[in-house]
Structure formats: C-alpha cells, structure tokens
C-alpha cells in the first residue's frame, strides 16, 4: 500500500524536497541536439546585487507558469537564466562599502577597484537566483549567464566593432544628461521625469551701451532691455546669446546687436532663430549651449559658442565670477536671483509645474551638460524594428504597449552609450601616443595598426549597461559563434517583462536581433504591472510597505505565493498587496492549497490500492454525474490552453480553480461518496474510481504550471495512466475530449434542485440532520431523467428522505421552481413546528410594518427631504424599499402555511 498523504500540507516541508529532486532529475534541462520544437524565455536579468522583491515575484512566476505548461506540451522548453552586472548599481554599493571604511575608488584605483567590485559579485552574486528556487522557477540553471562572462562581453566587442564600422557608433560632442552624484553620463531613458512644483524666473537682460533698444521697455537709468524666462536662473552665468524669431518684429533692430549679460560683465549677441517662439513670454529666450540640449542646437545654427559653467559635480566652475565659484547649482540659483533682484533686473516670478529628470539609479537631479561622449545612430535601427510590429512579427500583451512603442521608435534619438564608471564593458577603443590615431578592435592590440607604436591607451569610458543586455536573447546562446544552442533556440518565443523598460531593453533587443541576427528575438512580449501595496502606492525602503517574497513563502508557500501573483490582476495591470495584512493577501491562496490538498487526499484515500482503471473499460457504465464531470474536465482543459495561449493568465489560473473547488471537490467528490465507498455495489465503485481519477490527474495537471509544488505532491500519489512519467512536471498537458452538454444540462437540473431545496432548508431553520420530504409536482422528460438517474445525490446533498412524484393535493410546504420549469413542494408538516413558525412569521410582518411607517413618516416630512443631503435621503428610500420587500416575501411564507395543522 502507497503511504498516503499526511493529514495537513507542510509547504516547507514539501518545496524543498521536491524542487531538489525536480533539479537532480535534470527535469529542468533542455537539449538543444532533441530536434523536439523548442520553446524559449530569456529571463530579464535582475542586477546581479539585487535580492527577490514582490516584481520579480511576479514577473518570474509567469515565466515559470509558461514554460512549466509549453513543457508539458512536449516542447523542448528553455528558461535562460542571468544576471546584469548592473553598472552604476553595483558600483554604487561598492563605493559605499568603501566609504564606510574612509577610502574612495580613486584610494585604490582602476585596477584594485575593479577587484573589488568582482570579489563582491562573486560572494554576493548568486543571491537572487538562489532565491528565486523558493518559488519554483524551473529555469536551466546548467546555462545561467552573467553579462561580465567572457562569451558575453566577446559578443559586446563584436557588436561594437560591427556598428562602428557600418557608422552606427560615433563620437560625438553633444548635451548629455550628467548625473553628478554618479558622476556618469546617462541615456535619454536612464535621465527618469518627476513632475515637480517649481519657479520660473523672468529676468532683464540690458542692451548694450549704444544700441538702440527702439520700443523695449526701459530701465530707471533709462536703458532699454529685454526679458528672458528660465526655471534654472544659475545657467544664465552660461549664457553666450539671447534668440529672437526672425519674423519678430519687436527685435528686428536689435538682431546682430550685443547685450550686457548681468552679473559677468560679458556681451551676448542677439540672434535670429525659429526656435524662439513670438506668442511665448517675451519671444526673447536666454541660450546656453553648454547646459541645454535646444540651446545647443541654436548655437550650432547659429555659431553662438558653448561656454560650461558646472564642475562634474554640479557646483559653479571657474568660468563663473568670483561671487559664485564653488556654489553647488542650487545656491548658485538662490544667489543668482539675490544679485538679479538687487539690481533691480529681477523682472517677476512665477510658480510653475515642470519636469524635472533625474538619475534612474540614484534619484539625483541630473544636469544637462556638453561632453564628449560615444553614441550609437539608431534611425537605421528603429526603423526595421517599427516595420516587424507593423507586420505582425512581433506582438504585445496588452496590444496597447504596441502604440507606445510605436511612438517612441518613430521618435527616437540617437542613443549615448558611454558611461564614465570603472566597472562594466570597457569600451574597445585604443588611442595612439604616438601618432594619435583612434583604433576600434576586436582583441586588444598590443601597436597601432596606423604607426606601429607601442604606446596605447585604452577609452577610459565603459559601455551603458544595456549595451550589453540588448543582445541578451542570443549572446547567452554563444554568438557570435554559431553554436548548437544558438540553432536550436533562436529566435526566443516569449518575453516577459515589465513595462517600464519597454524603451531600456525591449524595443532595443528587437532592434539588435534584427540587426545582427536578422530575425526578432522572440514573438510575444507580455508586460506585466506593477506589484503595489493596498494604497496604490509603489512599494520602497522609504515608505516602508516593501514585501519580502520569501516571508510570504515561509509563511504560506511557494503556490499561494504564485497563485496570488497569478489570480491578482490581468495583463499589464497594477496589483495590490497589503503589507500589514498579509493574511488578507495571501490566505485565500493558501486555504485554496489546503482545499487542493484534503480534497486529494480523501480522493486518494478512495481509489485504492489497486491499478488504475483505464477510462475506456468503464465507458458504458457511466452514470450521469461521471458524464458531467468529464464534460466539465474537457471543457476546462480547451478554456484553460484556449487562455493560456492567448495570454490571458488569470482565466487560465481561475479555471482551473473553479474546475477543481467548483466542480470535482465540491459536487462531483460529493456526490460519488456512496459509489467510492461500494455503497451500490463493485461495478459502481469501479466506475467512479476510473473517473475520479481521470479527474483528479486532470486537475492537476491544469494547475501544476501555476501550483506546482502541491500538485506534483499529490499527483505522485496518484495511480499512474499508461505512458506517465515519472513526474508531473514532465507529465503531458491534457487534451479536450468531447463535451457531453446533455449531461451537463442534467447535472444541471440536479445542482439548481439541490440548491433549491437547502435554500428551503434554511429559510425554515430546519436542523442539518433532519431528512425531509421532496414532492415534484411536474417535471419534464429530461429533468425527471436526471433527477431519477441522480436520486442518491438528492438524498445525501440535500438529506431528503425519498423522492415522490406527484401533487402536494393541498398539504402546507414550501416550492421552489426550476428553470426548467421543474417544480419542487417539500411538506413542512411534521419537520417543522407550523404554529410557531406562523407566529414568528407574523411577529415579524409586524415588525417590518413598524419599520415601513417610521421610514416613510421621515420621507414625507417636507422638512428633512429638504435639507437632509440627497445621499441620506437616498438611503432612507433604499431602506424603505428594503423593507417592503422582505415584508413581501413573508406574507408569501405565511400564506403557504396559513390553513395547515
């Protein structure tokens, strides 16, 4: 005898032990030499320092559910695991380690910093992977990637090199968003928008000494002047021009002419350019190349030069007058608009809402700023990327992410990729002393192919860290070698990934795979939401209301975990998650897991110790409620695939739920009980143990993908159908059978006359023990079938005592009719105490008769309809109408009883 499932599930107990035979078993491992249709996730890799939060909870969950589920469809699934070596974040915290022990990188320099940070990774790294088998991602781990390995920086170089060569990587003296506490150039999406309260500051810029400042306003001296607006007063020390529109005819005399810039005893030319807008402020607008991406443009049109006024941490350099060296930016400003206003040049101020960039990483306000920096051209990119969308090769759940990318690939810039950090890709870029040529090699050369000089030296610079994971989907399958991996699993087939770094990674790898591998890098992109506390905030360290996935899963297992991320919201949208109410959270999952778990113990507690019985040798000795419940299992397996493959998760979670609680456990279980024990005899007990457990082993193999602990414990208990293996987690995915609707009509009946009669049962109080008896008056061919077919479950679902067929001929009972039209008279006399039941019918007529008066006095007093508010007035009415309503339904009881004995 199989020992038989203990008597309360023990998540502990089981996940480890399972998940750890799961791994040795190589159930996780795909072959790439199989020649079975493969199926691949790249896992978005977290930051190689980064440890499990609610996000990733999600996220890899669903990765997990949809490779577990393609698995047992018989692909040759592939989930790649990694991890990002995260650039600015992990040199980040190893510079905060430093600075707790008093030192700086630049203490230890390049080298040893470098060492540093790789010793951290390499006690640390692994942190977030280990964590992530807690809750039963089935990844390969056999090919995990880390984007530092040598593989995947090869294939780095071999990207950089090839788009330099086509020129699509350039050099490029341009505006950059500078981050100053990280002290790094940043990307267009790596430079985040807040919405922030602000000021704009309108200030007078005077006309130089003899020019004609013709019909602008003047100064108390009698110097005309114009006004400039800016909400950042301390770049005015930068400014180098001030633009007006050539159609404005308020400036026309004063184009070519200088101004006083305030506060640096510099002239400023004036200049004519469309960007300054004539309906805007003045028409006037302050230009600061060196600080201000449109101005930067203005100069270049118009030769103004760029002047930089900020030291690399953001205070004023030593191009700015005395008074305001070695300011940081924002006391520059207070001090600047203290000078303005002193003078008397401060022409107004003005609350204003603007967004403001700041770092993603560590939320400082970045600093436009002209540097030197590496770019990558990515009009050439975009464009093939736009058209794979635009043809159907690549698809997006929710489809409205699709728009959005679209906007941002038909407006895209061109991308920075240089980053001024120690730790990452170093940029293979090699600079002659000697002749002082620039080389871009794949290998590191040791002389300069132009001069033969020994004397390189390498760019200082390393590459953004998505320079690297865009190429994600194929370097972790050995490109640029065309290795059996890359054959086998490329393109990838799904992504799964949040959406805010749909323009960081996804759009970007679409763009590389079609680039350099000349096929998308995966079919569907799911985008999930965001995992949020139960007051829509974002969760963080600072609010407090952070949930650590692995106290969920000590607490209530690795499956309510999962199916609480499943079940919680639909594709692409926001789930909450209350962090001072776990219980609330995650208990229903976790009672939802002991349901699954008694329900299959007892199930297994009935089939036996025998063989399974195959489904076919029972076929004609099905009765009814076995006829419903495999209909119900066919129509839950085409409903579950059908969802699954349209990506709706949660209907696919839910089904499986409401076939296994709804249907098996809570009717079908019941109402086999007496066949499952031999009450009516061998050949009944043999036909409902064959389908019970074709039922069973179809319930769960609906849930394994999103419960696969508990439902690979059970099954394993289970007895084996021909052709199982030996897990379910390599265990084939069902396929639907026929649906049988006439038995699930019949059923049907049997379910609505059951619920019927308990519903009599409870609004009479009769006790759970009492058998009753059932009279039907009228019932139709197909009904009287079925209930006739199904008169045990009658009895034992509802505790009648005997079914008749006929009229009440006058007796005192309750009815109840079918949708069918099946009628229902169960006779009270003798099961219940008529008189008292009459009386406490009446007392409570009168009660609500008292309730009605009060209620309706209140409405038509004049006086309180007026003044009361419309909502009090509107519930007062509800409430009437409430009462009515019951005291309806009791006169109707009462009248069927009225006249009895």
């Known amino acids: 005898m199989a020992e038989p499932l203990p008597p309360q599930y023990n998540p502990q107990e089981t996940e480890a032990e399972l998940y750890r035979w799961w791994e040795e078993q190589g159930f996780f491992r795909a072959d790439a030499g199989s020649g079975d249709e493969a199926y691949v996730i790249p896992i978005p890799p977290p930051n190689v320092t980064a440890v499990l939060h609610m996000g990733h909870g999600l996220n890899n969950t669903i990765q997990d559910l949809l490779i577990r589920w393609r698995r047992m469809q018989g692909r040759n699934a592939l989930w790649i695991p990694g991890t990002d070596h995260a650039g600015i974040a992990t040199q980040n915290v190893v510079e905060r380690i430093l600075a707790k022990e008093g030192k700086t990188r630049y203490d230890l320099g390049r080298e040893l910093f470098v060492d540093r940070v790789w010793a951290f990774v390499r006690e640390t790294g692994g942190t977030i992977l280990q964590q992530l088998h807690a809750i039963g991602s089935s990844a390969d781990w056999d090919r995990t990637r880390f984007t530092l390995d040598p593989s995947l920086s090869r294939a780095v170089r071999e990207v950089f090199v090839r788009l330099h060569e086509k020129g699509l990587v350039y050099r490029g003296h341009r505006i950059i968003h500078w981050c100053p506490r990280c002290l790094t150039a940043l990307s267009d999406e790596e430079a985040e928008p807040e919405e922030k309260q602000g000021k704009i500051w309108h200030l007078r810029y005077p006309v130089a000494e003899g020019v004609d400042g013709g019909s602008l306003p003047r100064l108390s001296n009698g110097g005309a002047y114009l006004v400039v607006a800016t909400t950042r007063p301390e770049t005015m020390l930068g400014d180098t021009g001030v ?24 002239r400023i030319p004036v200049v004519a350019d469309d960007y300054a807008d004539p ?54 400003r207070r001090a600047v608009v203290a000078a303005f206003e002193e003078l008397g040049l401060l022409e107004k101020v003005e609350d204003h809402t603007l967004s403001v960039p700041h770092c993603y990483r560590c939320g400082t306000v970045v600093e436009p700023r002209l540097s030197d920096q590496w770019w990558v051209r990515m009009k050439p990119l975009a464009e093939p990327a736009l058209q794979a969308w635009r043809d159907g090769h690549v698809r997006f759940t929710p489809e409205r992410y699709g728009r959005t990318y679209e906007y941002w690939l038909e407006n895209i810039r061109d991308w920075c990729i240089s980053r001024q950090l120690w730790w990452g ?35 200082t610079d390393v590459l953004d860290t998505w320079f690297s994971s865009w190429l994600w989907p194929f370097s972790t399958l050995g490109w640029p070698e065309e290795t059996p991996d890359l054959r086998a699993f490329y393109p990838n087939h799904t992504l799964v990934s949040g959406h805010d770094i749909l323009f960081f990674w996804i759009a970007r790898m679409i763009m590389a795979g079609l680039e350099f591998r000349g096929e998308v890098p995966f079919r569907d992109v799911y985008l999930t939401g965001m995992v949020r506390d139960h007051l829509g905030r974002k969760m963080s360290k600072s609010l407090g209301n952070g949930v650590d996935p692995l106290d969920v899963v000590a607490r209530f297992g690795a499956d309510a975990l999962r199916y609480t991320m499943i079940t919680g919201a639909a594709a692409g949208m926001d789930q909450g998650v209350n962090p001072d109410n776990l219980e609330e959270s995650f208990g229903p999952a976790r009672n939802f897991a002991n349901k699954l778990w008694n329900a299959g113990r007892f199930a297994l507690m009935n089939l036996g110790d025998g ?8 076929q004609g000795e099905l009765e009814l409620a076995d006829r419903w419940i495999l209909s119900r299992l066919s129509k839950a397996v085409r409903e579950t695939t059908e969802s699954l493959e349209k990506f709706r998760l949660q209907d696919a979670a839910l089904r499986g739920y409401q076939f296994f609680w709804g249907e098996l456990a809570d009717w079908y279980l019941e109402a086999a009980k007496p066949r499952l024990r031999g009450d009516l005899g061998e050949a009944s007990q043999r036909t409902a143990r064959a389908v019970l457990a074709e039922a069973l082993d179809g319930a769960l193999r609906l849930l394994h993908p999103v419960m696969p602990y508990i439902t ?29 609707p006439a038995a ?91 008189d008292k039941e009459r009386a406490r019918l009446r007392t409570e007529c009168g009660r609500l008769d008292g309730l009605i008066a009060g209620t309706e006095k209140k409405l038509g007093n004049e006086s309180f309809v007026a003044r009361a508010p419309a909502e009090v007035v509107d519930k007062e009415r509800e409430k009437v109408a409430a009462f009515r309503e019951q005291r309806a339904k009791l006169a109707d009881k009462l009248a069927a009883l009225e006249g009895g004995s």
């Not at 529109?245 to 005399?253: F, I, Q, V």
């Open 243 to 266: 633009a007006v529109n050539p159609s404005d005819e308020r400036y026309a005399g004063i184009v070519g002419k200088d101004i006083d810039l305030p506060l640096t005893g510099r």
């Open 279 to 332: 309906e805007f402020g003045s028409g006037a607008v302050k230009i600061t190349p060196a600080h201000d991406a449109n101005d930067f443009e203005v100069a270049q049109r118009t030769g103004l030069a760029a002047m930089d006024v900020m030291t690399p941490e953001a205070s004023m350099s030593d191009a700015v007058p005395e008074p305001f060296r070695g300011l940081d930016r924002f006391e520059a």
């Open 425 to 459: 890709h170093r940029i293979p870029v090699w600079y002659c002393q000697g002749c002082g040529e620039m080389t871009v090699a794949r290998e590191d050369p040791t002389s300069c192919p132009h001069c033969g000089s020994t004397q390189l030296e390498q760019d």
């Open 611 to 618: 063989e399974r019985v195959p489904l076919a040798e029972v």
């Open 712 to 740: 690979e414990a059970v099954w394993q208990k289970l007895p084996r159908a021909e052709g199982d293996g030996p897990a379910l987690i390599v265990a084939s995915w069902p396929t639907p059978g026929a649906e049988d």
């Open 744 to 834: 699930e009509a019949g059923f049907a009946e049997v379910q609505e006359a059951i619920g019927a009669i308990r519903n009599i049962r409870a609004e009479y109080g009769i006790a759970p023990g009492t058998r009753i008896p059932l009279r039907i008056p009228a019932a139709g061919d197909a009904a009287r079938a079925a209930i006739e077919g199904s008169a045990r479950a009658l009895l034992d679902l509802a505790r009648v005592e005997a079914v008749e067929w006929g009229a009440a001929n006058g007796e005192v009972g309750a009815n109840a009719v079918l949708r069918s039209g099946t009628e229902l008279f169960v006779p009270l006399a003798g099961v219940i105490d008529l």
